[in-house]
């Protein structure tokens, strides 16, 4: 899977010295991650808000950015004349 480009959510922004650059809720340290990971572990948005004072629309916009880039198209597999080059050592 490809690695998603957080620049393009609204919701989060990465400030180099704030959580190591991490992506973070904007004008928080909130990690995006905390999210996921409480998600995962059986978490409810409304528990997630409430344990990380964020609002539904934060999220929200998290969740519907991954689930966005889920839909968008992959790059086809490499073919032609560089498809087979090995990288120089």
Known sequence: M????????AAVESVPGKRSG?????????PVSVVFDNLEAGASIEEI???????????????????????APSLPPATGVFADAHPVR
């Open 49 to 71: 808000m409430e344990w990380f004072h964020l609002t539904r629309e934060q999220v929200t916009g998290v969740i519907a950015f991954v689930a966005r880039s889920l839909d």
């Open 2 to 9: 490809a690695t998603l480009d957080w620049s393009q959510c």
């Open 22 to 30: 991490a992506w973070v809720f904007r004008d928080s340290r909130t």
